[in-house]
C-alpha cells in the first residue's frame, strides 16, 4: 500500500531516503497526507524540513495541513518542528492567513510571535488590523515582532501600506526601544514619507540614530538634507557612511543652482569632520560610498578637489558620478580644469574636452583654443571630444575646420565632423551657405555639403535648401558620401526625396542600402520597403525594413510581421516583435497572440514583455495562459509581468497558478508578484 510504503521511508535511518519519501507525500491524500507532512517537518534533518516545506502547498488537503501546522506553532518540544511550520504556512500563502489570526488569540507569546512572522511573511490585507493590535500585546517580544511584520503585510495593498504606516508611526512614541527600533525599519521597507519631525526626535538615541538617518534619505526637507550633513560626520563610520550615500542620492536629482542646494553647501562646509569624511571616501578605491562622496566633493566647490574628481572621470563605475560633481561645481571649475588639460592623460583629456564646454554658457577664450588644438590631436577619442565641445561652444570661424575633418580618415571622428558640423551650420546659416556654395557634389568635401543642406532645411529663412545637390551626391564614389546624402534626404522630405532614397536601395555597399532603409521609414515611403522584405532573406536587412515599414506605415508594418513571427528562425521573430514595438491596436495584439505561440521561449518571452505594456481583457487572458506554458523561465516572466498589470484579475490568475506551480523558482515569483505594491492612484482588488 503507497501510505505505508512512504510512511516507512520516512521512517528510514538514511535522511535522504527520508527527503525522497517527502517528495512523494502529494500522492498520499486527505488527513493521512497531511499528518505525514507535520511528521517530515519535525525530522532531525534540516533538508527533509526544506523539502517537506515546500511539498506543503501541492498538497491537495490543503485545510487539514494548515490545520496541522497551525497546531505545531504551539508545540512546546520541538523546535524544528515549529520553525518549519511557519515556513510551511508562508509557502501555502493566503490560505494560511485565517488561522494564523485565529492562533493570535490563543496561543502563547511564543506561539503568537510565531503567528505574527507567518501574517509578516504573507502580505495580506486581512493580516494588517490583527498585527496592528499585537502592537499592545503584553509582551514585548510580541510587539516588537508586530512592528517588523507590518513592513511586510503592509505591501498587499495602497491601503493597507497607508493604514499600516499610520500603526508604526504611533509606535515611534513608545517607550520600547527595540518596538521603536523595529517600527522604523518597517517604515523603512514601506518607504513611508513622513514630515522630518516624526523622526528628528529619535536622531540623538545611540540605538535608534542609524534608522532616523536614514529616514532621513526619504525626506525632501531641508531640515532632514542638513540633519544629513550632520550626521556625515559622525563619529560612527557606519552612520556617517549611509548619511553620505543618502546625502548624494540627493545630489542626484536636487536641480543645480538653487538656493536650497547653496545653504546645504554652507553647512557641509562648516563641519570639518564631515569635509575630511567626504575626501576620505572619495580617495578610497575600495569604499562603496565613494560615487557619493565625489558628488559631494562638487557640493564643496574647492578647487583642490578638482584633479581628484578628474581622475575619477576615466574610471568607468563612477565616470557619471564624476561627470555629475563637476555640474554640481559649476562654471568656477572651468579655469582650473582647462589648465590641467596639458598634462591629463589621453583618456581625461578627452573627457574634459567633451565636459566643459556645458560647465559655462560662455566658455572661457582658453578653452576655446585648447578645443580647436584637440581636433587634430593624434588621439582620435581627444579630438571626438574636441569637436563635441566645439559643436556646443563654438563660432562660425569653426565651419570649416570641421569641413575638414569630414573626410577624417578615422570614421569616428568623421562621423563627429559631420554632426558638429550640422550643428553649427543651423546655428550660423549665412555664413554656411557662403561655405557650401564653394563645394561641389562630386568633390573632396561632398559629405560635409549634404549634411550642411540638411541642417539648412531646418532654417526658417524662406530659402530652399539644394536638394539637387544631395541627389547628385548619391552616385558619388565614396560610400561615407553616399550614406550622408540618403541620410541628407530624409531629412529634406518629399516627393522627390523618396524616389532618390528608393534608388539607393539597390547600392552595393550594406551601410548605404540600411541607411536608405531606415530613411525610408522616415519619410513614410512604405511600398519599396515591403518590396524587400518579400524579397530579402537576410536578418538584419528584414529585421531594419521592418522596423522601418512599421514607422512609415503601422498597419503595413504589423501586416508584414505577422508571417515573421512565426518565422522558425527565431532571430527573425524576435527582430519581428521588436519591430512592432509602439504599435498598438487588435492588429498589434494578434501578432504578438501569434508569438506566443512560437517554439523558442526567447520569442515568447518577448512578445509577452511587449503585450504587457498596458494590456486590455483579451490580452490579459493570454498573459494569464503563459503561466501554464511548458518553459519555467516563460513562466516566471509572465508572473512577473502580470503582478505589475496590479489589475483583478492578473491577481486570480496569479493565485491559481500558485496552487499548482512545483517550479520553485517559478513560485517566489508568483509569490512576490502577489505582495507587489501597486502605483499610487491604481486600482486594487
Not at 496 to 505: D, G, H, I, K, W
Not at 574 to 583: F, K, T, W
Amino acid at each position: 500500500m503507497e501510505l505505508e510504503r512512504i510512511e516507512r521511508a520516512l521512517s528510514d535511518d538514511d535522511p535522504e531516503a527520508r527527503r525522497l519519501a517527502v517528495q512523494q507525500l502529494p500522492l498520499v491524500h486527505g488527513a493521512d497526507g497531511a499528518r505525514l507532512l507535520v511528521l517530515a517537518l519535525g525530522d532531525a534533518d534540516w533538508r527533509v524540513r526544506k523539502e517537506a516545506a515546500v511539498a506543503a502547498p501541492l498538497h491537495e488537503a490543503r485545510g487539514h495541513i494548515v490545520s496541522f501546522l497551525l497546531d505545531a506553532l504551539d508545540d512546546k518540544q520541538n523546535i524544528g518542528l515549529r520553525n518549519a511550520a511557519v515556513e510551511a504556512l508562508v509557502t501555502i500563502g493566503p490560505d494560511a492567513v485565517p488561522g494564523a489570526i485565529d492562533a493570535l488569540a490563543r496561543l502563547d507569546a511564543d506561539g503568537r510571535k510565531l503567528a505574527i512572522e507567518v501574517l509578516g511573511g504573507i502580505p495580506d490585507a486581512r493580516g494588517v488590523a490583527p498585527l496592528a493590535l499585537a502592537l499592545d500585546d503584553p509582551d514585548p517580544n510580541v510587539r516588537a515582532a508586530a512592528a517588523e511584520a507590518l513592513g511586510q503585510a503592509g505591501l498587499s495593498t495602497e491601503e493597507t501600506r497607508v493604514q499600516a504606516t499610520k500603526e508604526l508611526t504611533r509606535c515611534l512614541s513608545s517607550e520600547d526601544v527595540m518596538v521603536k527600533l523595529a517600527a522604523l525599519e518597517a517604515l523603512t521597507r514601506l518607504d513611508a514619507r513622513l514630515p522630518w519631525s516624526v523622526y528628528e526626535p529619535l536622531v540623538q538615541h545611540p540605538l535608534l540614530r542609524r534608522q532616523a538617518v536614514a529616514a532621513a534619505s526619504r525626506s525632501r526637507e531641508e531640515t532632514a538634507l542638513l540633519a544629513l550633513v550632520e550626521a556625515t560626520g559622525d563619529r560612527s563610520m557606519t552612520i556617517a557612511r549611509e548619511a553620505l550615500t543618502s546625502l548624494g542620492g540627493w545630489l542626484l536629482t536636487e536641480t543645480l543652482g538653487t538656493e536650497r542646494l547653496a545653504r546645504v553647501r554652507r553647512a557641509m562646509a562648516a563641519l570639518p569632520r564631515a569635509v575630511d569624511f567626504v575626501r576620505k571616501c572619495a580617495k578610497d578605491r575600495a569604499d562603496n560610498a565613494r560615487p557619493y562622496a565625489l558628488l559631494a566633493l562638487g557640493l564643496l566647490r574647492d578647487p583642490a578637489d578638482l584633479p581628484l574628481i578628474a581622475d575619477a572621470l576615466s574610471e568607468e563605475d563612477i565616470d557619471e558620478q564624476a561627470a555629475l560633481a563637476l555640474d554640481i561645481f559649476g562654471r568656477e571649475a572651468t579655469a582650473p580644469l582647462t589648465e590641467m588639460i596639458p598634462r591629463a592623460s589621453e583618456h581625461t583629456r578627452a573627457l574634459l574636452l567633451s565636459l566643459l564646454p556645458r560647465l559655462s554658457p560662455e566658455p572661457d577664450p582658453s578653452l576655446l583654443i585648447m578645443l580647436r588644438e584637440g581636433m587634430n590631436d593624434p588621439a582620435a577619442d581627444v579630438a571626438v571630444a574636441a569637436i563635441k565641445g566645439l559643436a556646443a561652444a563654438g563660432d562660425a570661424s569653426d565651419l570649416g575646420r570641421m569641413i575638414s575633418l569630414t573626410n577624417h580618415f578615422d570614421v569616428r571622428v568623421a562621423k563627429a565632423a559631420v554632426m558638429a558640423l550640422s550643428t553649427l551650420t543651423a546655428m550660423y546659416p549665412g555664413p554656411a551657405r557662403m561655405l557650401l556654395r564653394g563645394l561641389a557634389p562630386d568633390g573632396e568635401h561632398v559629405t560635409a555639403g549634404c549634411a550642411m543642406v540638411a541642417a539648412l532645411a531646418g532654417v526658417k529663412d524662406g530659402v530652399a535648401p539644394d536638394v539637387e545637390f544631395v541627389k547628385r551626391a548619391l552616385s558619388n564614389g565614396d560610400p561615407r558620401a553616399r550614406r550622408v546624402a540618403v541620410e541628407s534626404l530624409a531629412t529634406l522630405g518629399g516627393e522627390e526625396a523618396q524616389r532618390a532614397v528608393a534608388f539607393a536601395l539597390a547600392d552595393e555597399e550594406r551601410e548605404v542600402s540600411l541607411a536608405a532603409v531606415r530613411a525610408l521609414g522616415r519619410l513614410g515611403y512604405a511600398d519599396p520597403l515591403v518590396a524587400l522584405i518579400g524579397s530579402s532573406d537576410e536578418r538584419d536587412v528584414i529585421a531594419a525594413t521592418l522596423r522601418a515599414l512599421c514607422e512609415a506605415d503601422s498597419y503595413q508594418g504589423l501586416v508584414s510581421a505577422r508571417p515573421l513571427v512565426k518565422s522558425p528562425d527565431a532571430a527573425i521573430a524576435c527582430a519581428a516583435v521588436e519591430a512592432i514595438r509602439g504599435s498598438t491596436g487588435i492588429l498589434r495584439d494578434d501578432v504578438l497572440f501569434d508569438a506566443l505561440d512560437h517554439p523558442d521561449p526567447e520569442v515568447v518571452k518577448l512578445a509577452l514583455a511587449e503585450l504587457s505594456r498596458a494590456p486590455d481583457a483579451r490580452a490579459l487572458a493570454r498573459l494569464g495562459t503563459c503561466l501554464d506554458h511548458a518553459q519555467w523561465e516563460v513562466r516566471r516572466l509572465a508572473s512577473e509581468l502580470l503582478g505589475h498589470t496590479k489589475a483583478p484579475a492578473a491577481k486570480e490568475l496569479l493565485r491559481a497558478r500558485l496552487e499548482r506551480e512545483k517550479e520553485p523558482i517559478v513560485r517566489g515569483a508568483l509569490t512576490l508578484a502577489l505582495s507587489l505594491r501597486p502605483p499610487p492612484g491604481s486600482e486594487e482588488d
